[in-house]
C-alpha cells in the first residue's frame, strides 16, 4: 500500500517512500539528489519527511585499493565535524577530525586496483532534516574482499555551518555525494528513501 497516492494524498501505510534512485551508467564525478518543492511527484518534496535514508553500493575509479565516500549538504564546503571508528581485517580504530572539514567523511569504498566486482556499501541516516537544529548524519558502511582488506565502520557527523546566518539550521534540500580521488564507476547505485510519521492511530495497542 502506498503511503502517497497519485493524488499526493497521504495514506497509511510503510513510512519508508522511496524517493528517488540513480545508477551510474558511465563514470560519474557527483551524484546529487535534491527535493523538488514544485513537483507534481509529491515524493520527490523533502519538507514531509522526518528522516532521510540512503544506501549506497560504489566503487571508485581511483588506481588505489580504496577511496573515501564524501558529501555535502546545501551544497555548502564548511564546519563538517566528523568521528569515524572502524575495524579492518586485525585491528580497530577510532580518530575524531580536530577541525572542521570542508566535507562529511562518510567512510570507505573499493577503487580501482581492485577486482572489479568489489563494491562498498553504505547506509546513512539524515537526521531531523527540517528542524531547526544542526543536521546530524550517521554512516553505516563496509567493504570485503572476502579475504585480508576488508573494513567496517561507522562515521558520525554533525555540520554546524554559521557562515551564512546559521545556514545548518535550516531544513536539508541538497544532498551532494563524489568520491575523494576519483569518480563513481558505471553499476554503482545510489536508493534514496525519506521516513514519515505515522499518520494514523494504531488501534491495535493498548492504552
Known amino acids: 500500500m502506498a503511503y502517497i497516492d497519485a493524488d499526493g494524498v497521504l495514506n497509511e501505510g510503510e513510512s519508508w517512500v522511496g524517493i528517488d534512485t540513480h545508477t551510474c551508467t558511465g563514470n560519474d564525478a557527483e551524484v546529487t539528489f535534491t527535493s523538488q518543492t514544485g513537483s507534481t511527484d509529491y515524493k520527490k518534496n523533502w519538507s514531509q519527511y522526518v528522516d532521510l535514508i540512503l544506501i549506497i553500493s560504489a566503487r571508485s575509479t581511483r588506481s588505489h585499493s580504496e577511496d573515501d565516500l564524501l558529501c555535502k549538504l546545501n551544497n555548502k564546503a564548511s564546519a563538517y565535524w566528523t568521528t569515524s571508528l572502524y575495524m579492518g581485517s586485525n585491528t580497530g580504530n577510532g580518530y575524531t577530525y580536530s577541525s572542521p572539514l570542508a566535507y562529511a567523511e562518510l567512510g570507505g569504498i573499493f577503487a580501482a586496483s581492485m577486482a572489479s566486482t568489489y563494491f562498498g556499501t ?86
Do not use: C
Request: overall charge negative; cysteine-free.
Open 122 to 207: 553504505h547506509y546513512i541516516q539524515f537526521f531531523e532534516i527540517n528542524s531547526g537544529k544542526y543536521k546530524s548524519i550517521m554512516s553505516e558502511w563496509g567493504k570485503d574482499t572476502n579475504a585480508s582488506g576488508g573494513q567496517v565502520g561507522m562515521n558520525s557527523i554533525t555540520w554546524a555551518d554559521t557562515s551564512d546566518g546559521m545556514l545548518s539550521t535550516n531544513y536539508l534540500y541538497e544532498i551532494d555525494l563524489y568520491p575523494a580521488n576519483g569518480s563513481f564507476v558505471s553499476g554503482s547505485k545510489f536508493d534514496l528513501f525519506g521516513t514519515l510519521p505515522r499518520m494514523a492511530e494504531n488501534t491495535a495497542v493498548a492504552y
